[in-house]
């Protein structure tokens, strides 16, 4: 099946009515399940035996996220699945790939722990109350647009991080409590992701392509976000 692959794409990667070409940006190619829309085998709708993309559908009002896969050559050749409700509460893969970055650099993640612990150390005191970490572990999630851990278990953390028991964290301290609270995001947000039947199909199927994937469905939710809120305004201005 590879060779057939190769063979196709080799009649067809510059002989195609879908390829656009425009000056100083790569070759594209518009044709049916081709996931990014460049003109090259990895996502070719055409030549690809495992061709997979991510794409919207609008019927009448309704707006839905479908996943298209090659499911043979002939006759329908693709077969298009909405995608899981499950997927709504996907993290933003550009998020998750900083915060596994944060975890890879210990210089980097020691740079962004300690401004972070310095902006809410108000009073320069260099320790911070559990209230202040708190509410600091909450905002710095946010801030990388990952789910925070619930107060309970930031809590539980503090306790467990505070070692000489002083009822306050030092900056080591909370560098150890931040390197604990980004494992635990980007499980999480891992896990949520295995969870989603149509993901972890694009996992099985296509794993060379299932963080850009993720990417095109969190950038096609984005754009459904940006058209609500443009009817809202124009509903308003009437």
């Known amino acids: 099946m590879k060779y057939q692959q190769d063979l196709i794409w080799m009649c067809v990667k510059?002989?195609?009515?879908?390829?656009?070409?425009?000056?100083?940006?790569?070759?594209?190619?518009?044709?049916?399940?081709?996931?990014?829309?460049?003109?090259?085998?990895?996502?070719?709708?055409?030549?690809?035996?495992?061709?997979?993309?991510?794409?919207?559908?609008?019927?009448?009002?309704?707006?839905t996220i479908m996943v298209t896969n090659r499911t043979q050559r002939g006759k329908n050749v693709f077969a298009s699945t909405g995608m899981s409700k499950g997927a709504k509460s996907l993290t933003c893969p550009h998020a998750v790939a900083w915060a596994k970055k944060?975890?890879?650099?210990?210089?980097?993640?020691?740079?962004?722990?300690?401004?972070?612990?310095?902006?809410?150390?108000?009073?320069?005191?260099?320790?911070?109350?559990?209230?202040?970490v708190i509410t600091l572990i909450a905002t710095v999630c946010k801030d990388l647009k990952l789910d925070a851990p619930p107060v309970s278990k930031i809590k539980e953390l503090v306790e467990k991080i505070d070692k000489n028991k002083d009822g306050s964290l030092s900056l080591g301290e909370f560098r150890s409590g931040f390197l604990v609270t980004l494992k635990s995001c980007v499980h999480k947000a891992e896990e949520a992701g295995k969870k989603v039947k149509?993901?972890?199909?694009?996992?099985?199927?296509?794993?060379?392509?299932?963080?850009?994937?993720?990417?095109?469905?969190?950038?096609?939710?984005?754009?459904?976000?940006?058209?609500?809120?443009?009817?809202?305004?124009?509903?308003?201005?009437?």
């Open 198 to 238: 149509t993901m972890a199909r694009i996992a099985q199927l296509r794993p060379d392509l299932s963080h850009e994937a993720a990417e095109k469905y969190a950038k096609v939710k984005k754009s459904f976000k940006k058209k609500k809120v443009v009817v809202k305004s124009r509903r308003a201005k009437k």
């Open 14 to 63: 510059n002989n195609s009515a879908f390829i656009r070409k425009n000056k100083n940006v790569p070759t594209m190619s518009a044709e049916q399940g081709n996931l990014t829309g460049l003109n090259k085998l990895k996502y070719s709708g055409l030549a690809h035996n495992k061709a997979v993309s991510v794409d919207s559908k609008t019927e009448g009002k309704k707006e």
């Open 102 to 132: 944060l975890l890879a650099d210990e210089k980097l993640r020691h740079e962004a722990c300690d401004a972070a612990f310095k902006s809410a150390d108000a009073d320069g005191s260099g320790d911070l109350s559990p209230g202040e």
